[in-house]
């Protein structure tokens, strides 16, 4: 068994080589597993889905890791501890699902940005911030529905619950209370995709 991420995180994610499977694991446990029989049986909307997210994740590597290195520009911006612990759940998502797709169906050839205008003052970035998250709760809520696997349903439904506690803080920065609404949204990988392009994240 092969750690992606060294530091026991509750968004850590182990990859088991000899049984091909992933396992999220979080301070109280598993929360959720996958197997390679599961992904064996994936469907091409599965695959779609598991792409959008790919990139989402990795558009979040890239935003947090712009936050931690500019970190002194933005003022008042606080806990910057929050971001460190929130890029590593981010790198493990992205991990778990460059596992799941394979290199066959890892996408390339995209390019992510990050808008001036996102960033622009320490408001323009909790603003962004709490956008991005809400919008990745909202996918992997929708992926729930659209998953023709089990095993990723559960999977898209922890890695929701783990985005809610970012949305949470970005929220509270931004001035709001961090609560989501007692039944979020969904949103279907395709019109995310679509939205992150149209703001000009994804090209």
């Known amino acids: 068994m092969t750690d992606v991420n060294p530091v026991v995180n509750r968004g850590q994610f182990i990859k ?3 049984k ?3 396992v999220l694991v979080g301070s109280g446990g598993i929360l959720a597993s996958m197997d ?3 992904f064996a049986k ?3 909307s599965d695959i779609a889905t598991l792409q959008v997210g790919y990139i989402a994740e990795s558009l979040a590597v890239k935003v947090y890791t712009a936050i931690i290195n500019n970190f002194s520009s933005f003022k008042g911006l606080k806990n910057q501890d929050y971001f460190v612990a929130a890029l590593k759940n981010e790198v493990a998502h992205r991990t778990a699902w460059k596992d799941a797709l394979g290199p066959k169906h890892t996408p390339k050839g995209f390019r992510l940005h990050i808008p001036s205008a996102a960033v622009k003052s320490t408001k323009a970035l909790t603003s962004t911030g709490v956008a991005l998250e809400m919008a990745f709760v909202e996918t992997y809520l929708g992926a729930v529905k659209s998953f023709s696997s089990t095993d990723l349903k559960v999977a898209a439904a922890a890695v929701a619950a783990n985005e809610a506690s970012h949305f949470s803080f ?3 920065a931004n ?4 609560v ?3 039944f979020p949204g969904t949103l279907a990988a395709s019109k995310a995709a679509a939205i992150l392009t149209k703001d000009g994240f994804i090209s």
Do not use: E
Request: charged share 10%; glycine share 22%; hydrophobic share 35%.
């Open 16 to 18: 088991n080589a000899a």
């Open 20 to 22: 091909g499977s992933l």
């Open 36 to 38: 390679g029989v599961a």
């Open 42 to 44: 994936t469907t091409k």
């Open 170 to 172: 970005f929220d509270a």
């Open 175 to 178: 001035g709001g209370h961090g």
């Open 180 to 182: 989501l609404p007692s």
